[in-house]
């Protein structure tokens, strides 16, 4: 708004109290979009008429598509809460030449509803300095989480529950490690269309991103357990060290399968020929028990033993990180 130095009568001109002429004609500050993320010129155009009211009161209203840039922080990621600035400034005249007045309300009576993004406020500030003024324009935008949380956060969950069926395919089937390689595969695409879902920052790291990081590393660990497993499926017979011993036994009380001592059916008198053969016994059963065991129940056991760890670590990735999220989306709202 400015107004002329001279105003005239609507009576002596047949009662006209608006007349339209170029922009051009008129002076005005030369407006500028200070943080536009493209090419930097003057808000109006040729095309642009201004109303003269007979008062001197002149009303400009300029229109434009504008493409600015802001910082985003995309930490807590669909749960996230962005705060974008759109700064005017008036280019070629200092503070004390133009005076900026602004309404404290933005007006969106045009606004329509953006499918991933909402204006959660909004705000203007005009500022001073002795070079320049300008006003400021903050929006307040909030992300739309159930898209992101349907098509990529609810697969990748179920898919690092399906990684863990790896260690319920049998070594000797031949399907181990091309299922865990496939898995590995999978979180390396939805890696992929994460990161382009997402602008490239190095300031901070988006924790879904972090989070299938993570899922892969479990993929790759599974791979390398399952190559192990089939290595010692294959392996010829021979002696079975006391690591591999606890393995089986662990595995056993995982399954439930714990050994029951059986009762003696008669009582044996304690003589010098009886102790020689429970001597004798004794040392046939554990050689027994030496034979017992094979390479197959060891990889019978750790496919037990690792089914059941990484159930428990993808359960406690999956709360820390939706944990972490909703606490995000609490401290943004």
């Known amino acids: 708004m400015d107004r002329f130095r001279t105003s005239m009568d609507s009576v002596d001109y047949n009662g006209i109290y608006y007349i339209y002429i170029p922009q051009d004609d008129v002076w005005k500050p030369d407006l500028v979009l200070q943080n536009s993320n493209s090419k930097i010129k003057e808000l109006g155009g040729d095309f642009y008429t201004i109303a003269v009211a007979y008062t001197g009161e002149v009303s400009w209203y300029p229109y434009e598509v504008f493409t600015t840039k802001c910082s985003i922080d995309m930490t807590y990621f669909p749960y996230d809460t962005q705060t ?89 089937s031949g399907e181990k490690i091309g299922f865990s390689v496939t898995i590995f595969l999978t979180f390396a695409v939805f890696l992929t269309i994460v990161s382009a879902q997402l602008p490239t920052n190095s300031e901070n790291t988006a924790i879904v991103s972090v989070y299938i990081v993570v899922e892969i590393l479990y993929s790759v ?11 010692l499926q294959n392996r010829d017979k021979g002696n079975i060290n006391k690591f591999y011993r606890l393995l089986i036994k ?9 050994g029951c001592r059986r009762k003696p059916s008669e009582v044996q008198i304690a003589t010098s020929e009886n102790c020689e053969k429970k001597d004798i016994q004794k040392e046939s059963d554990k050689k027994t028990m030496d034979d017992d065991h094979s390479w197959p129940e060891v990889c019978h056991a750790i496919d037990v033993i690792c089914f059941w760890m990484f159930n428990l670590a993808n359960i406690l990735t999956i709360a820390v990180v939706f944990g972490v999220l909703q606490r995000g989306r609490n401290a943004n709202s």
Do not use: M
């Not at 500030?125 to 992300?143: A, E, H, M, Q």
């Not at 992101?148 to 070594?171: D, E, H």
């Open 250 to 258: 662990v595995s056993k009380y995982l399954l439930f399968q714990r």
């Open 84 to 172: 974008c600035d759109i700064e005017f400034t008036v280019w070629s005249y200092k503070s004390d030449d133009v005076n900026i007045s602004y309404n404290a309300r933005l007006i969106f009576d045009d606004y329509e509803e953006h499918s991933i993004w909402s204006i959660e406020s909004s705000n203007s500030d005009v500022w001073y300095r002795p070079s320049d003024c300008g006003v400021t324009f903050r929006l307040i935008l909030k992300r739309k989480p159930e898209f992101y949380i349907l098509n990529i956060l609810f697969p990748i969950a179920l898919i690092s529950f399906i990684t863990n069926v790896a260690f319920i395919i049998p070594s000797g």
């Open 221 to 231: 660990l599974a791979l390398i357990i399952s190559s192990v497993s089939v290595r």
